[in-house]
């Protein structure tokens, strides 16, 4: 089955399969990428991390390919890039190579999925190496305020714990598990291959079908939605020794499909993205209270939240914590139109500069289409996002920047944090 709408065409596989394209005429690289629908809120306690694992262990070698090197050395030899990410929602393989070299990558990536090995002492060494990237970003504060925020949003639930699990639970999986969880979710029904370059889509169809003929299906299981509440502002002190307390302050937002994503995403421009915005201004420039300071959406399939980060001198911790909660009470008066406007060019300034890269047009795709099972182009999204009023925006604002839907983490050089627990006010 397929179809075209806009700049993106869709087929399905007769094993259900999705392959997008986008055809880039101008270019001279090609991205593919390969979605997973797995990711860390798929997992249970006993299993946290494994999809961060089976991420890893996909690159040390598989029966064509026995060692690590001959899979980046496929892609770097010939002057291209290999990587991939896992996510709450999703796991995405991806490379970026120069137009000649599609059809040996886009093998590469399927035999990488298909048919790794998992040999054991790759596993046991393996296991090391993620226990060292836990180590690597508890040791960071700005990271460990971000994890203590996210524990805060989603208590209790996958999605708040860290995507890569703890020491324990990753120590704990084996080579049974990780092939296991990879027959689970790695199957062609639960896979959106995305390609964006000078490509044909008929050629990337008949390739992609090629490379998972006999592809067994999975068995896929759905993910746990979140239906927890908060009924007063919460904050959670970590003392650490540091030049610097690191500030996370968060509302739960709105999904990926809600109806006003796009007003709240504007919010957050409007707040702290970009170093003419309400934080930026204030906290840095009129007060000289951080270096860094910004704002952030993010939206999952059935929540979403509003993220704030900062680094302060922990003398002057109290005083930025005020501020910024000053700012964000400030928005439940409204965006003037002119700061409205302001926000929405700044938004569909900012696709529309990403998608002159093969790999962001790539991911734009892949990303909707597993997640949403739909590709919005970027005139829809403008569109969607100019229909904002300011009415929408002042309405947003008074349902989700309330007092009782607070998080803030702190982590710095803090001995009880009282004083800062009172500040969570607005």
């Given amino acids: 089955m397929s179809s075209t709408a806009s700049s993106f065409s869709k087929t399905t596989l007769g094993n259900g399969m999705r392959v997008v394209t986008s055809s880039m005429r101008h270019t001279r690289s090609v991205t593919i990428s390969i979605y997973v629908g797995v990711g860390s809120r798929y997992e249970t306690d006993e299993q946290a991390g494994i999809s961060h694992v089976l991420e890893h262990l996909v690159f040390k070698g598989t029966e064509r390919r026995p060692s690590p090197t001959d899979i980046s050395g496929a892609v770097e030899g010939v002057g291209g890039t290999l990587n991939a990410g896992t996510e709450q929602e999703l796991t ?15 093998d590469l990536l399927f035999d990488m999925l298909r048919f790794s090995v998992y040999d054991p002492d790759d596993l046991e060494r393996e296991l090391l190496v993620v226990i060292e990237e836990l180590n690597m970003v508890n040791d960071q504060p700005a990271s460990r305020a971000e994890l203590l925020i996210e524990e805060m949003l989603w208590p209790g639930h996958p999605l708040g714990r860290d995507i890569g699990g703890t020491r324990e639970s990753v120590s704990s999986i084996t080579r049974e598990m990780a092939m296991e969880h990879a027959a689970r979710f790695y199957s062609p029904e639960n896979i959106v291959v995305s390609v964006a370059g000078n490509v044909e889509h008929d ?3 008949e390739l992609a079908a090629s490379l998972s003929e006999g592809w067994k299906p ?31 302050i968060a509302v739960p937002g ?24 309400r934080l930026f201004v204030e906290v840095r420039e009129e007060r000289g209270l951080a270096y860094d300071i910004h704002s952030s959406a993010a939206h999952f399939l059935d929540c979403g939240a509003l993220l704030i980060m900062a680094g302060v001198d922990p003398g002057r911790v109290h005083d930025a914590v005020r501020t910024i909660l000053d700012q964000v009470s400030a928005l439940r008066d409204g965006l003037p139109e002119e700061e409205l406007e302001k926000a929405k060019r700044m938004s569909a300034g900012m696709i529309d500069l990403r998608m002159e890269d093969t790999r962001a047009v790539s991911a734009w795709m892949g990303a909707q289409e597993l997640l949403l099972g739909d590709i ?20 947003v604002a008074n349902e989700l920047l309330r007092t009782e839907r607070l998080r803030m983490a702190v982590v710095g050089p803090h001995r009880g944090g009282s004083r800062l627990r009172r500040a969570l006010r607005l």
Avoid: C
């Fill in 376 to 395: 919005l182009d970027v005139d829809e999204v403008t569109e969607r996002v100019n229909r904002v009023s300011v009415e929408d925006v002042h309405r």
């Fill in 218 to 248: 999975g068995a896929a299981s759905g993910w746990t939605p979140f239906a927890g509440g908060q009924t007063e502002p919460e904050a959670r002190i970590e003392q650490r020794k540091t030049e610097q307390s690191h500030l996370a």
């Fill in 92 to 106: 995405v393989y991806w490379s970026k190579v120069a137009l000649p070299y599609l059809d040996d990558t886009l």
């Fill in 203 to 205: 050629h990337v169809v």
């Fill in 254 to 277: 709105v999904s990926l499909s809600h109806p006003d994503r796009y007003a709240f995403d504007l919010l957050s421009v409007a707040l702290g993205e970009g170093m003419s915005s």
